[in-house]
């Protein structure tokens, strides 16, 4: 069984400053990992997915995570919050056909 | 391109209706899942479809029934609601298994039951 764990539910930057949301897995079976982003009153959005090759993944709107098997951890990074990037966040972790969400992390950007 | 459609976007429910919450996709995609979200609990998946015909459960299936007779639609049947259900219900959709693909969402249906 998979299982994730998204440390803080709410984070706060300014804007221009990095941006870190942590998120660490378990899975018995390789994982794939995807990160997912939500506007207010929206579905959710891929962001990026680490399924296998490079751990350095690159995905939309400047964000970036990567992922550490020793660590168990797959956090998403962008150098420079922009107020648009105001949003909640979810990890998610998948394996034989069972998906498992994180409780999701509240990003605001301060001006 | 319409993506993933969900109707309604709101509704009330008194405690014991029922209800039907429709999904459909227009991207020919096989898999398609039903998920809620609950504040601070992430989605939990409810059930899925591998393909016309065929659905199974997800890890909070109970108090919930799913169909699939077509490749497009995946409607979610409430046949008791309960406050517990109360709960934004989100569909997606993807081309093969979500262990490698990406999941389209819609926009969520936000159920309240009184």
């Known amino acids: 069984a998979q299982s994730v764990t998204q440390l803080g539910s709410h984070v706060s930057v300014s804007e221009g400053a990095l941006v870190l949301l942590r998120c660490n897995y378990s899975?018995?079976?390789?994982?794939?990992l995807f990160w997912y982003v939500q506007y207010p009153n929206q579905g959710l959005q891929l962001l990026l997915k680490?399924?296998?090759?490079?751990?350095l993944v690159k995905g939309i709107n400047g964000f970036e995570a990567e992922f550490k098997k020793s660590e168990t951890s797959f956090h998403l990074t962008k150098p420079s919050a922009h107020m648009s990037d105001a949003a909640e966040y979810f990890c998610?972790?998948?394996?034989?056909?069972?998906?498992?969400f994180g409780a999701g992390t509240r990003l605001t950007v301060k001006p | 391109n319409a993506g993933v459609t969900q109707t309604p976007k709101f509704r009330i429910l008194k405690i014991g209706q029922s209800m039907t919450l429709q999904c459909t996709q227009d991207?020919?995609?096989?898999?398609m899942y039903w998920y809620r979200q609950d504040p601070g609990m992430g989605l939990k998946l409810i059930y899925y479809?591998?393909?016309?015909?065929?659905?199974d459960k997800g890890e909070v299936p109970n108090g919930y029934n799913v169909s699939r007779s077509t490749t497009e639609d995946f409607p979610l049947r409430l046949e008791l609601a309960a406050p517990s259900q109360t709960s934004v219900y989100f569909c997606?959709?993807?081309?093969?298994?979500?262990?490698?693909?990406?999941?389209?969402f819609g926009a969520g249906t936000r159920l309240s039951v009184l």
């Open positions: 479809s591998v393909g016309a015909g065929i659905t």
């Open positions: 991207m020919n995609h096989n898999y």
């Open positions: 680490y399924t296998t090759g490079a751990t």
């Open positions: 899975s018995s079976v390789p994982p794939y």
């Open positions: 998610a972790v998948s394996g034989n056909n069972d998906m498992r």
């Open positions: 997606a959709s993807s081309y093969q298994d979500l262990a490698k693909n990406i999941q389209y």
